[in-house]
């Protein structure tokens, strides 16, 4: 099992950046593959990037990708997601989540075994 906490969050101007961390504890964290999704209020859950446990691949929400990046740590234990040229309608909460398969890039939320609480992103017009 793995406990994920997610930090980095803000308000931020449209164009601005943002980093968000996710650190895991408990079992070994190169087990899983790491996913970043988001949900807006009153809209489901969605994908928006994944990377594989040695971080040799990553997959993108096309909504995202070119602006966003996914990297990890294993050595920290932690997940990053680097978020510019952020837009309003990147506003949303951030989660994080670990799949124990741990090759997989998969886009869907059932995929993933373990989640952290969030952390709130604002970008203000």
């Known amino acids: 099992q793995v406990q994920l906490v997610e930090s980095g969050g803000g308000l931020v101007q449209a164009g601005d950046s943002l980093r968000l961390s996710c650190a895991a504890s408990g079992r070994t964290f190169s087990s899983y593959s790491m996913g970043w999704f988001r949900q807006a209020p009153g809209k489901e859950r969605e994908f928006v990037a994944a990377?594989?446990?040695?971080?040799?691949?990553?997959n993108y929400a096309v909504s995202v990708k070119g602006r966003f990046t996914i990297s990890r740590d294993n050595a920290k234990n932690t997940v990053y997601l680097q978020m510019n040229s952020l837009k309003p309608e990147d506003t949303a909460v951030y989660y994080c989540?670990?799949?124990?398969?741990?090759?997989?890039?998969?886009?869907?939320?059932?995929?993933?075994?373990?989640w952290g609480q969030g952390t709130q992103v604002t970008v203000s017009s």
């Open positions: 990377i594989n446990w040695s971080g040799s691949g990553t």
């Open positions: 989540a670990a799949n124990d398969r741990r090759w997989e890039l998969t886009m869907m939320t059932y995929n993933y075994d373990y």
